[in-house]
């Protein structure tokens, strides 16, 4: 019989089992010695068995400890069991409100809850109503795949419609409960030890401050939602009504008045067409060049189906796309593959693409500027295209030809309490010979409408605190080289928080409630590994926010973002190492809207540092796998093994 010394010995490392070998094993030693004297041999088999004394008391010490895997605990549920998480979303625009509908029909078991500014959801649906406010993607592209609304009135539906869409889509869905309004987040900070983030918020109607937690933070701030004001000296000095579009007051009637815009961005390229036929006196001041599209070719074919030269669609065309799913389908998969076509190929530079574009848009705004060729030189660029954006218009170069409207191209001098004084003539008139002095010219106005645009910096409003005490409103600072993101979707030191439209982003590539689902559904995936794995955090490794960020650089000279002169609000002011030189595209991503999409339908788990709850062997990377149950066999009578029955998390 084999004593449980014997046993044990099996198990040991190989010398320790050549040092304990008993009595009966001697003989062979002594055979293989017998060349050697009786007091050799005997020294031998002295030392051989204090070896084995030594030995003997090793293993009599090693049977007094427990092995190694009996200080692990198994975990009583089965595999496959989501351990609940609270997730608090910041902003309830597109991107807030499909993440809340996606966790809401995807991840049972998460608590998740939004904090909103605004009085009303919306986003920038809510916060821009300004005349003429409107998508500039059809419609029916610009809304959820999941949630697809057939009676869109308009081809470029306007912020009210979109707006009511959002709030259909709140209720059908009944989200509405797990939406704060007006509570603004003030703070968001990591707390190491309680492995959850702390976020601070204050209660805008009632003034009251609370403190909630967060297993995982998501903003969804967009960066269209932080307006800002023309640097002009004595703007707040003026007397009349100063508005920004971001901030149209409802009760602002503009008819029969001397206004003034201020800017040639989208919005203004909007507003300047909506409100010029109904004022006396329109002066639009705009700082520089840029591009306008005539309609591309998914906006020509919405149009076939419009009543005469309206954007509206007929009665007709709305009843047969509500009754006939094939046709709406068929419509959708058009556009969608139109506008694809058309987007990224104009954008790489030294191409037949690119050319054709700058030849076609150049003929296009020659010819809307016909009747004032004094414009052409003052409007059109010479910088590539897309090199800022592009915006489409049918009717905002004609109405700059109208004879109410005055284009001012010269730079703005100051505001007074009641206009503003430009430095030289305008560029309405043919130019005269006046020498060599400058001119100044004062423009008595009603309004002021500043559509100078949003703080693009990608910086969060409020401080985001993560690892290490790290702000990342530090971090992606211009004096720091500016925003560097992980896939646009998450920040390096920032543990379990994910930025929807974050820097190199597809802001130019697709409407946007549509590539919201696929950053909805990237972020699903990281919050059911942390559900399922038990993971306590996961953040991006610095290596590969350094990677990732390196190849969009090395791209970006193919492309007309990073064209020379172009400014605008693509690409940081800074250089990579902080001081003033070579700017960085920091707002698009390196690619096709299909090439950014394949992109994130892999997670690259690889890329991710992961961390655990707990202490010692309970970090046990595959604790997850349970009592050897599987969600779906076990039962609510404990028959999986465990006391009493296992939540599945059903």
Same mark, same amino acid.
């Given at each position: 019989?084999?004593?449980? +010394?014997?046993?044990?010995?099996?198990?040991?490392?190989?010398?320790?089992?050549?040092?304990?070998?008993?009595?009966?094993?001697?003989?062979?030693?002594?055979?293989?010695?017998?060349?050697?004297?009786?007091?050799?041999?005997?020294?031998?088999?002295?030392?051989?068995?204090?070896?084995?004394?030594?030995?003997?008391?090793?293993?009599?010490?090693?049977?007094?400890?427990?092995?190694?895997?009996?200080?692990?605990?198994?975990?009583?549920?089965?595999?496959?069991?989501?351990?609940?998480?609270?997730?608090?979303?910041?902003?309830?625009?597109?991107?807030?409100?499909?993440?809340?509908?996606?966790?809401?029909?995807?991840?049972?078991?998460?608590?998740?809850?939004?904090?909103?500014?605004?009085?009303?959801?919306?986003?920038?649906?809510?916060?821009?109503?300004?005349?003429?406010?409107?998508?500039?993607?059809?419609?029916?592209?610009?809304?959820?795949?999941?949630?697809?609304?057939?009676?869109?009135?308009?081809?470029?539906?306007?912020?009210?419609?979109?707006?009511?869409?959002?709030?259909?889509?709140?209720?059908?869905?009944?989200?509405?409960?797990?939406?704060?309004?007006?509570?603004?987040?003030?703070?968001?900070?990591? /707390?190491?030890?309680?492995?959850?983030?702390?976020?601070?918020?204050?209660?805008?109607?009632?003034?009251?401050?609370?403190?909630?937690?967060?297993?995982?933070?998501?903003?969804?701030?967009?960066?269209?939602?932080?307006?800002?004001?023309?640097?002009?000296?004595?703007?707040?000095?003026?007397?009349?009504?100063?508005?920004?579009?971001?901030?149209?007051?409802?009760?602002?009637?503009?008819?029969? +008045?001397?206004?003034?815009?201020?800017?040639?961005?989208?919005?203004?390229?909007?507003?300047?067409?909506?409100?010029?036929?109904?004022?006396?006196?329109?002066?639009?001041?705009?700082?520089?060049?840029?591009?306008?599209?005539?309609?591309?070719?998914?906006?020509?074919?919405?149009?076939?189906?419009?009543?005469?030269?309206?954007?509206?669609?007929?009665?007709?065309?709305?009843?047969?796309?509500?009754?006939?799913?094939?046709?709406?389908?068929?419509?959708?998969?058009?556009?969608?593959?139109?506008?694809?076509?058309?987007?990224?190929?104009?954008?790489?530079?030294?191409?037949?693409?690119?050319?054709?574009?700058?030849?076609?848009?150049?003929?296009?705004?020659?010819?809307?500027?016909?009747?004032?060729?004094?414009?052409?030189?003052?409007?059109?660029?010479?910088?590539?295209?897309?090199?800022?954006?592009?915006?489409?218009?049918?009717?905002?170069?004609?109405?700059?030809?109208?004879?109410?409207?005055?284009?001012?191209?010269?730079?703005?001098?100051?505001?007074?309490?009641?206009?503003?004084?430009?430095?030289?003539?305008?560029?309405?008139?043919?130019?005269?010979?006046?020498?060599?002095?400058?001119?100044?010219?004062?423009?008595?106005?009603?309004?002021?409408?500043?559509?100078?645009?949003?703080?693009?910096?990608?910086?969060?409003?409020?401080?985001?605190?993560?690892?290490?005490?790290?702000?990342?409103? /530090?971090?992606?600072?211009?004096?720091?080289?500016?925003?560097?993101?992980?896939?646009?979707?998450?920040?390096?030191?920032?543990?379990?928080?994910?930025?929807?439209?974050?820097?190199?982003?597809?802001?130019?590539?697709?409407?946007?409630?549509?590539?919201?689902?696929?950053?909805?559904?990237?972020?699903?995936?990281?919050?059911?590994?942390?559900?399922?794995?038990?993971?306590?955090?996961?953040?991006?490794?610095?290596?590969?926010?350094?990677?990732?960020?390196?190849?969009?650089?090395?791209?970006?000279?193919?492309?007309?973002?990073?064209?020379?002169?172009?400014?605008?609000?693509?690409?940081?002011?800074?250089?990579?190492?902080?001081?003033?030189?070579?700017?960085?595209?920091?707002?698009?991503?390196?690619?096709?809207?299909?090439?950014?999409?394949?992109?994130?339908?892999?997670?690259?788990?690889?890329?991710?540092?992961?961390?655990?709850?707990?202490?010692?062997?309970?970090?046990?990377?595959?604790?997850?796998?349970?009592?050897?149950?599987?969600?779906?066999?076990?039962?609510?009578?404990?028959?999986?093994?465990?006391?009493?029955?296992?939540?599945?998390? +059903?």
């Amino acid at each position: 019989m084999i004593s449980k +010394k014997a046993r044990l010995s099996r198990s040991l490392p190989l010398l320790l089992k050549s040092q304990t070998r008993t009595a009966h094993h001697l003989p062979l030693v002594l055979s293989l010695t017998k060349a050697h004297s009786i007091s050799q041999q005997r020294r031998f088999i002295q030392h051989q068995a204090l070896q084995a004394r030594t030995a003997s008391a090793a293993a009599d010490k090693i049977v007094d400890i427990k092995p190694e895997f009996e200080k692990y605990k198994i975990q009583e549920q089965p595999l496959g069991q989501l351990r609940p998480l609270r997730v608090i979303i910041f902003g309830a625009g597109v991107n807030g409100l499909n993440m809340l509908y996606t966790l809401r029909k995807e991840a049972s078991g998460v608590d998740c809850v939004i904090f909103e500014k605004n009085p009303e959801c919306g986003g920038t649906w809510y916060e821009n109503r300004y005349p003429g406010c409107a998508s500039d993607d059809p419609s029916h592209h610009y809304q959820y795949t999941h949630s697809l609304n057939p009676s869109w009135s308009s081809v470029f539906a306007q912020a009210g419609e979109i707006a009511q869409y959002l709030n259909d889509f709140i209720d059908k869905n009944g989200l509405r409960s797990s939406i704060h309004c007006n509570s603004s987040v003030t703070s968001a900070q990591w /707390d190491e030890e309680k492995n959850k983030w702390i976020i601070a918020v204050k209660n805008e109607a009632m003034g009251i401050a609370s403190e909630e937690e967060a297993d995982v933070i998501i903003d969804a701030t967009g960066i269209f939602n932080d307006y800002k004001w023309p640097e002009l000296n004595g703007l707040q000095s003026f007397k009349g009504h100063l508005i920004h579009t971001a901030n149209w007051p409802s009760d602002f009637d503009y008819r029969g +008045k001397n206004v003034a815009v201020l800017g040639n961005g989208a919005s203004g390229v909007q507003i300047v067409p909506a409100i010029q036929p109904h004022v006396k006196k329109l002066v639009h001041c705009i700082r520089s060049k840029t591009w306008i599209a005539p309609p591309s070719k998914a906006v020509r074919y919405c149009h076939q189906h419009t009543i005469g030269s309206t954007n509206l669609f007929s009665e007709e065309w709305m009843k047969t796309l509500a009754s006939d799913s094939d046709a709406y389908k068929k419509f959708l998969e058009e556009i969608d593959n139109m506008a694809r076509e058309e987007r990224f190929r104009t954008i790489l530079t030294n191409t037949t693409s690119a050319q054709s574009s700058i030849s076609l848009i150049t003929a296009y705004m020659t010819s809307q500027l016909s009747t004032h060729p004094h414009l052409i030189h003052s409007l059109i660029p010479t910088m590539p295209v897309g090199c800022r954006r592009i915006t489409s218009s049918i009717n905002y170069l004609s109405s700059l030809c109208s004879s109410n409207v005055v284009v001012e191209t010269s730079p703005i001098k100051t505001i007074t309490s009641t206009g503003l004084v430009i430095e030289s003539k305008s560029d309405s008139n043919p130019p005269t010979q006046t020498g060599t002095e400058t001119e100044t010219l004062h423009e008595d106005l009603d309004a002021i409408i500043c559509a100078t645009g949003f703080n693009t910096s990608f910086l969060p409003c409020f401080p985001i605190i993560g690892d290490a005490g790290l702000n990342l409103q /530090d971090a992606w600072s211009e004096e720091m080289g500016g925003p560097r993101a992980y896939m646009s979707m998450m920040a390096e030191g920032m543990p379990n928080y994910f930025r929807i439209l974050g820097p190199n982003g597809p802001l130019a590539h697709g409407a946007v409630p549509r590539l919201s689902t696929h950053m909805c559904i990237y972020v699903l995936s990281h919050i059911t590994k942390m559900r399922l794995e038990n993971y306590s955090s996961i953040r991006p490794l610095p290596t590969a926010v350094r990677d990732f960020n390196e190849h969009i650089q090395a791209f970006m000279p193919r492309t007309a973002w990073a064209g020379r002169g172009c400014g605008g609000w693509y690409r940081s002011k800074m250089g990579g190492n902080g001081k003033e030189g070579e700017e960085r595209v920091t707002a698009l991503h390196p690619g096709s809207q299909t090439h950014w999409e394949m992109m994130l339908e892999r997670v690259r788990w690889e890329d991710f540092e992961y961390r655990r709850a707990g202490a010692g062997r309970q970090e046990n990377r595959f604790a997850y796998l349970g009592n050897g149950f599987a969600v779906g066999e076990v039962s609510d009578e404990g028959d999986d093994g465990s006391e009493g029955g296992a939540d599945n998390g +059903k």
